[in-house]
């Protein structure tokens, strides 16, 4: 009977033995998968950054590739540019010269006296002349104004002398004058436009600026008061040398 206890005993021993061992290789086993999950999601991570760095480290190496031809392009970019520049300069100044050579020929057939025609000379040259207007050169509005809706500017200097003022002045170019805040007439313009729609003006044309706006329609001049006040200035500034 002892010997029977015994070995059940020593059944039980084992038994739990094995149970404990099984129990712990279970454990250990769990604690190795979650080892190599881990790894293995830091080495999905190291590869995509392995692949980022590739891409990065080759868009740099074909930037540095590309940059020499870049350079020689943009390069090319600014010399055209400039030459451009330099090519309409020169034709703006071969348009001015012709301008001036054309109104001395006309006004010493007029059989004006030599003070007349050298002032129409001088206040011709001021009128196309280009008014620097921070980094750029633009034509003053007083010029566009005289040779708009085929005006003729070398007509200009004779009213210039003859008028003391600039409202004088574009009177006797045929204008209407309206000095107003209103800017109804842009939109009348611009509606007038439209495809289908008939149009109740010849020639037109719309100015707007800092310095305020105006509006051109066949022989009407729309102006705000701020645009205005800034013709009388080009209008001093043109008539200033003939006075």
């Known amino acids: 009977m002892e010997t029977v206890i015994v070995s059940i005993l020593e059944a039980l021993s084992i038994s739990v033995f094995i149970f404990y061992i099984f129990r712990a290789l279970q454990a250990k086993i769990s604690g190795l998968e979650i080892v190599v999950k881990v790894q293995n999601?830091?080495?999905?991570?190291?590869?995509?950054?392995?692949?980022e760095t590739e891409k990065v480290g080759s868009i740099y190496k074909n930037l540095m590739a590309?940059?020499?031809?870049?350079?020689?392009?943009?390069?090319?970019?600014?010399?055209?540019t400039r030459d451009d520049m330099i090519v309409e300069l020169i034709n703006q100044n071969e348009i001015k010269e012709k301008k001036l050579k054309v109104a001395e020929k006309n006004l010493t057939k007029s059989g004006g006296s030599e003070e007349i025609i050298k002032s129409s000379l001088v206040i011709l040259?001021?009128?196309?002349?280009?008014?620097e207007d921070g980094e750029y050169n633009q034509q003053l509005d007083l010029t566009t104004?005289?040779?708009?809706?085929?005006r003729v500017i070398e007509d200009a200097p004779a009213l210039i002398i003859s008028a003391k003022t600039?409202?004088?002045?574009?009177s006797k170019q045929g204008y209407q004058i309206i000095v107003t805040e209103d800017q109804s007439v842009m939109k009348e313009l611009f509606s007038s436009s439209e495809k289908g729609r008939k149009r109740d003006f010849d020639a037109a044309m719309v100015?707007?600026?800092?310095?305020?706006?105006y509006v051109l329609k066949d022989d009407e001049l729309h102006i705000s008061p701020e645009k205005i006040s800034s013709l009388k200035d080009d209008f001093s500034i043109v008539k200033s040398t003939n006075t």
Do not use: C, H
């Open 41 to 51: 999601e830091t080495l999905s991570v190291m590869e995509k950054r392995i692949e």
């Open 66 to 80: 590309d940059l020499p031809s870049d350079l020689d392009n943009y390069k090319a970019i600014i010399s055209k």
């Open 125 to 131: 040259k001021n009128l196309i002349a280009n008014k």
């Open 145 to 150: 104004i005289s040779e708009f809706n085929n």
């Open 166 to 170: 600039v409202e004088e002045y574009l």
């Open 207 to 213: 100015t707007t600026g800092q310095d305020g706006w």
